[in-house]
């Protein structure tokens, strides 16, 4: 190419949002093929699409029939196979309510070679089936996890704290339209937030889900002592909740960014020094 590798490093780097430029420049040459390849593969994507495109043609045939069982994740074994994985630095979930940790037990291996990942997102999922898994599956990330995203879970949302304060450096906590279940079996309890917590010093973003709803202000006096966030986003919150939610985040508040509900609502942002 006659560049020098800095240069072609730096002009990729600025491209590392766009998945389909990177693609076509790793095609290109040798340079951008070594400069890119770390930038497509830094997020695993474990998704049924994803799945579904490493799967023959009869296990496709089992998958529509829901016998699956062991290739639920076979992606995440074909991804380590190739050697992928080395690159990654965030893990995106998203398997449906069905999907359960133990389900990673073939790929496990693979799974666990996943030490250096800073940013873990899982959507759609029932917290209160994932219990048992929190640290027996995810003890691999508590050295670098620093991000966790809920998006859409159902339960408590003392079990998705209790899943949150498994990783020792995580600074930065999203969770995003809570739902309760309807319905939780009489012999299960409920865990007991203890004050020992990671530095959660970081991002919290907070979006609910109904007005009637009051996980977010319950939430907020749940959090352990020494948790100071320094940003807070609050989206489909009620303005009731807001004040509890803000005493929960201590005196170390920075900046504070507030989306009310309603169609046409404006963004609010605003700095809290």
Partial sequence: ????????????????????????????????????????????????????SVLTLEEKLRYLRWDYHDTELRFLSYMGERGFLQYTRQVHIRMGRIFTPNILIPHLDYFRSLDRVHSLTIETFDAIIWRNYYKPTFV??????????????????????????????????????????????????IPTIVDKSPPLRGHLRLVGVDIAVQWPAEFAYELPDGINFRSVELQDVPCNHAQHILSGCGHTLENLTVVPRGIGAH??????R
């Fill in 140 to 189: 691999h990330f508590h050295p670098t996890l620093t991000s966790l995203t809920f998006h859409d879970p159902v339960n408590h949302y003392r079990f998705l704290l209790q899943f949150a304060l498994q990783f020792p450096n995580l600074e930065n906590l999203c969770i995003e339209r809570l739902r309760d279940s309807e319905w939780i079996r009489p012999d299960l309890t």
């Fill in 1 to 52: 190419m006659g560049l020098p590798q800095e240069l072609v490093d730096h002009i990729m780097d600025m491209l590392q949002n766009d998945l389909r430029a990177l693609e076509a420049c790793s095609l290109t040459c040798k340079a951008m093929f070594a400069s890119t390849r770390h930038l497509i593969h830094q997020t695993l994507r474990l998704t049924r699409r994803n799945n579904q």
């Fill in 267 to 272: 963004r609010t942002s605003r700095s809290c």
